[in-house]
């Protein structure tokens, strides 16, 4: 029975969560998705997650019976009679006859109490008080503490799993559903073995005699299996880096999400759980470390691809559906496989060219727009994702605040099958999670209504267009796998730490439209502040006088003033910020951080140190005079201040 032992050893739960949500509530859901995915906790979000062929409620139930624990968004929308979200929670009580430690139910909208299904009354219901996401995420990683991984039992009636009972009879021929666990396993007790060209699944179990007696095992290429791989640093200990995760674009295939964010578990390893590619159909991704912080820098971080093919042969012995790959950071590609690996995959050749004349043309293509750019500024920003900005904040560990950006259109006229997203601001190059635009790809149906999101720390923002700073996003577009068509650019132009109402922009591939939402990174006080927004302004003037104002800032960054807080030095720059309530432009003191980044928000201590420091940099520079009052305002904002500016459209 040891092949019953590996199946079982198979079917192991790993940190693998199924979100059910009613279609009214997708967006939420899939800011939960990605938050949890911040955390390296595998999602299964919606139908696009299931594997291929079987009936839908097996699929279904099976991606529940993988899984470790459910989140639930209750919504009068998912407690409505006839909802398949509540079919879902069948499945869900099929394997977890108690809730709890298992099932997290999530009010999303207000729901009467005697709708909300009683199994899910059995636990506490989560109320969400702030972001969503965030509180979702934290709670799932709290349910999974420690990470440790349980075998789901088997039931009395011999099930392996509660919605696919596999049958090994002596009596007579008994046929049972098929199980396709995650890892790649492949069950069934009746008909021969397809040819391994044709089938999928991994360890074949089957029946040697006419009545299915005992077990015969054949060997095929499984639908998916777990792809580990370690990641040996290679670039010094960077602060703005984690050590412990790392973000993976796949761009072959496309996936729905740009990215995911994967922790290092046991044994030293990351973890993800792919389509097994073809020979002729390789999985090319790429890695870096995860972004905590915004920095400036000369140079991109190192990647690591990833480019993977079927063997060309079936492995001579395979009892585990997982490929084991030794990676060193900016390996190009990451060639060598452990010694445990089992052998279901090859090193694509393709990714074993390296000139940049031998790269496939979507990397040439990539690397042309960033190169351009470069080559005006000679540095590059790498910021973090909105999901790790998110899982910071919830962690307490954002200094500052951020901006969510949405791009959003009802239909493209467009004909391709994937998309990126090119970011550069005030003409500098913008890599999200360190990746080029070109490896950061996400399927398209350009029929759908379409919306990509992404954030932005403060970076060098010194309102450099009349208060504003210049945002461009490129749209980049693929087809089959190569580009198509020229990129599609939306500029915008913005005022830090502002809210963007719905700003549109009509192209000839479709209407485009613009939002952004300043997030806090605390919560406001009882008084409605936030006691880290304090700013110091060192002189206003009427609109009018822009033009002399912005001078004044220009001249102000270039006495080359430096504040030292008693630990570091900060060099001192102006700050043009746009009116807000009023109708005069101010002239902010900013620090450039060791980041790179410009801060103009402070304690109210620091906001205050600072004004002592301007004064006396007025009493003894006669330059200084000029440009700072004699009695420099502190100002900060409350909650009831609205936020939205719009600044003059880009040109």
């Known amino acids: 029975m040891k092949q019953i032992a590996d199946l079982l050893t198979a079917l192991t739960s790993r940190r693998r969560v199924f979100v059910s949500y009613a279609s009214e509530d997708r967006d939420v859901a899939e800011r939960v998705a990605l938050s949890l995915r911040g955390r390296g906790i595998a999602v299964f979000l919606d139908k696009d997650d299931l594997p291929a062929g079987g009936d839908y409620d097996s699929r279904i139930c099976g991606a529940i019976e993988q899984s ?8 009068p929308a ?43 009354g059995a636990v506490t219901l989560l109320r969400p008080q702030g972001n969503v996401a965030a509180e979702v995420s934290a709670e799932v990683n709290s349910m999974f503490a420690g990470g440790k991984r349980a075998i789901q039992g088997v039931g009395a009636a011999g099930a392996v799993a509660a919605c696919a009972i596999a049958f090994f009879s002596v009596n007579g021929p008994k046929t049972a559903p098929t199980v396709q666990p995650g890892a790649g396993i492949y069950v069934s007790t009746s008909g021969p073995a397809e040819p391994a060209s044709a089938q999928v699944g991994g360890l074949q179990p089957q029946p040697s005699g006419p009545h299915g007696g005992a077990l015969a095992v054949t060997a095929t290429f499984p639908q998916r299996l777990d792809l580990k791989f370690s990641l040996e640093a290679a670039s010094g200990d960077n602060p703005n880096l984690h050590n412990d995760q790392i973000t993976l674009a796949v761009r072959t295939p496309p996936q729905d999400n740009e990215r995911q964010q994967l922790a ?6 990351y973890l993800i759980n792919i389509e097994t590619p073809r020979s002729t159909a390789p999985f090319i ?7 905590r912080n915004a920095f400036v820098s000369t140079q991109a971080l190192p990647a690591t691809a990833i480019c993977l093919h079927r063997a060309k042969e079936l492995p001579t012995v395979a009892v585990k559906n997982h490929a084991i790959l030794r990676c060193r950071e900016g390996d190009q590609p990451c060639g060598k496989f452990d010694d445990a690996d089992p052998g279901w995959l090859a090193i694509a050749d393709t990714c074993q060219k390296r000139s940049p004349a031998a790269l496939p043309l ?30 910071e904040r919830s962690q307490n560990r954002l200094k500052d605040g951020f901006t969510t950006f949405k791009i959003s259109a009802e239909k493209l006229n467009v004909d391709a099958d994937a998309m990126s997203l090119d970011l550069r601001v005030d003409d500098t190059p913008v890599l999200i999670e360190g990746l080029p635009a070109d490896m950061q790809r996400r399927r398209l149906n350009p029929d759908a209504p379409f919306a990509m999101t992404f954030a932005l720390q403060n970076l060098d923002f010194n309102g450099r267009h009349a208060g504003c700073d210049r ?15 020229q990129p599609i650019v939306l500029p915008l132009q913005y005022a830090a730490m502002r809210d963007v109402g719905d700003t549109a922009i009509v192209t000839d591939r479709g209407k485009f439209v613009w939002s952004a939402k300043y997030e806090l990174a605390r919560p406001r006080d009882h008084l409605a502040l936030t006691q880290e927004d304090w700013r110091l302004f060192l002189q ?6 822009r033009e002399r104002i912005e001078k004044a800032r220009d001249a102000f960054s270039a006495l080359g003033l430096v504040y030292n807080d008693g630990e570091r030095d900060y060099p001192v720059v102006g700050i043009l910020r746009p009116p807000l309530t009023g109708n005069s432009f101010g002239l902010a003191l900013g620090l450039v951080q060791p980041t790179g980044q410009i801060r103009f928000t402070f304690p109210k201590p620091v906001a205050e140190s600072l004004k002592a420091f301007a004064r006396a940099a007025r009493q003894r520079n006669a330059a200084a005079r000029n440009l700072i009052d004699e009695n420099p305002a502190l100002f900060i904002e409350k909650s009831e201040t609205s936020r939205l500016y719009a600044c003059a459209p880009a040109g």
């Open 471 to 485: 945002i461009e996003a490129k749209l980049l577009l693929y087809k089959e796998g190569e580009p198509a068509g």
């Open 78 to 120: 998912s407690v409505r009679n006839g909802r398949y979200t509540l079919t879902e929670l069948k499945f869900a009580r099929q394997k977890w006859p108690h809730p709890k430690g298992r099932v997290l139910p999530v009010l999303v909208a207000e729901t009467p109490p005697q709708d909300i299904p009683a199994y899910l």
């Open 362 to 391: 979507t990397t040439r293509f990539a690397a042309l727009f960033l190169s351009e750019a470069w080559a005006a500024t000679g540095r590059v920003w790498t910021v973090p994702s909105l999901e790790s900005l998110i899982d």
């Open 540 to 545: 206003s003037a009427p609109l009018v006088d």
């Open 68 to 75: 470790s624990g459910m989140v639930f968004l209750v919504s």
């Open 264 to 269: 290092l578990q046991d044994g030293g390893f």
């Open 285 to 291: 991704a790429s890695a870096t470390r995860r972004v």
